[in-house]
T-cell receptor, first 110, second 116 residues
Framework: EDKVVQSPLSLVVHEGDTVTLNCSYE??????LLWYKQEKKAPTFLFML????IEKKSGRLSSILDKKELFSILNITATQTGDSAVYLC??????????FGPGTRLSVLP | GAVVSQHPSWVICKSGTSVKIECRSL??????MFWYRQFPKQSLMLMAT?????????EQGVEKDKFLINHASLTLSTLTVTSAHPEDSSFYIC????????????FGPGTRLTVT
C-alpha cells in the first residue's frame, strides 16, 4: 500500500528561525513528489520534484528529493509568521492519483 | 492561471437530507476531477476520481451510493452527499486536471459541510 510519512507532525519556531520538514514515501510507480502549503482552505502548490539531487528554490523555500532513500525535505529559511501553515507532501504514482502525507503543522511565533 | 471554483463554500444541513457540491474549472477543460475529504488537522484523503463522461472510480472504503459523483461536462463535476449524517461533516475539496500530467492538478477552495 502506498504511504507517505511526514515529520515532525507539528513544529513551533520563532521568526527568523530556519526549519526543515521531512517527507518519506513508499509509492508504487513513483513519478514525482509534490509539496503544498495549506492555510485555511485548499492547498497551494509549492514544488514538484522528479529528479534526485536537484534543489528547487522559491524565495526562502527550497526542496530536494532523494530517490534512492525515498526522501524529500522542504527548507524554509528566515521564517516569518506568514509561513505558519500545514505543509503537505504528496507522492504522484504515475498519473493514478496523489498520496498525501499527514502534513506538518508549522507555527511561527513573532 | 487555471482556476477551479467550488460551490457552496460552506453549507449546513440537517441529518437525512442530501447536499450537492459543485466543482467547476473556469478557464480550462478538466478531463479528470478528483474529490478529497479532509478532517480537522488531518491530511487530504482521496475519495474518488472522475473522468468526463464516465463513472467515477472510488477509493476503497468510500461508499458509492452515499457519495454520488457526476462529471457531466469538461468543466463541471458534482459530489452529492446523500442522506447526510453528522459524521459526514467535513471539508470537501475538489481538484481538476486538464491533461494527463497529474501534477498539473488545480485545487478548488473547498466546501465545509456541517450536518446537524
Amino acid at each position: 500500500e502506498d504511504k507517505v510519512v511526514q515529520s515532525p507532525l507539528s513544529l513551533v519556531v520563532h521568526e527568523g528561525d530556519t526549519v526543515t520538514l521531512n517527507c518519506s514515501y513508499e509509492v508504487t510507480n513513483f513519478r514525482s513528489l509534490l509539496w503544498y502549503k495549506q492555510e485555511k482552505k485548499a492547498p497551494t502548490f509549492l514544488f514538484m520534484l522528479t529528479s534526485s539531487g536537484i534543489e528547487k528554490k522559491s524565495g526562502r523555500l527550497s526542496s530536494i528529493l532523494d530517490k534512492k532513500e525515498l526522501f524529500s525535505i522542504l527548507n524554509i529559511t528566515a521564517t516569518q509568521t506568514g509561513d505558519s501553515a500545514v505543509y503537505l507532501c504528496a507522492g504522484d504514482n504515475y498519473g493514478q492519483n496523489f498520496v498525501f502525507g499527514p502534513g506538518t503543522r508549522l507555527s511561527v511565533l513573532p | 492561471g487555471a482556476v477551479v471554483s467550488q460551490h457552496p463554500s460552506w453549507v449546513i444541513c440537517k441529518s437525512g437530507t442530501s447536499v450537492k457540491i459543485e466543482c467547476r474549472s473556469l478557464d480550462f477543460q478538466a478531463t479528470t476531477m478528483f474529490w478529497y475529504r479532509q478532517f480537522p488537522k488531518q491530511s487530504l484523503m482521496l475519495m474518488a476520481t472522475s473522468n468526463e463522461g464516465s463513472k467515477a472510480t472510488y477509493e476503497q472504503g468510500v461508499e458509492k451510493d452515499k457519495f454520488l459523483i457526476n462529471h457531466a461536462s469538461l468543466t463541471l463535476s458534482t459530489l452529492t452527499v446523500t442522506s447526510a449524517h453528522p459524521e459526514d461533516s467535513s471539508f470537501y475539496i475538489c481538484s481538476a486536471r486538464e491533461g494527463t500530467v497529474l501534477y498539473e492538478q488545480y485545487f478548488g477552495p473547498g466546501t465545509r459541510l456541517t450536518v446537524t
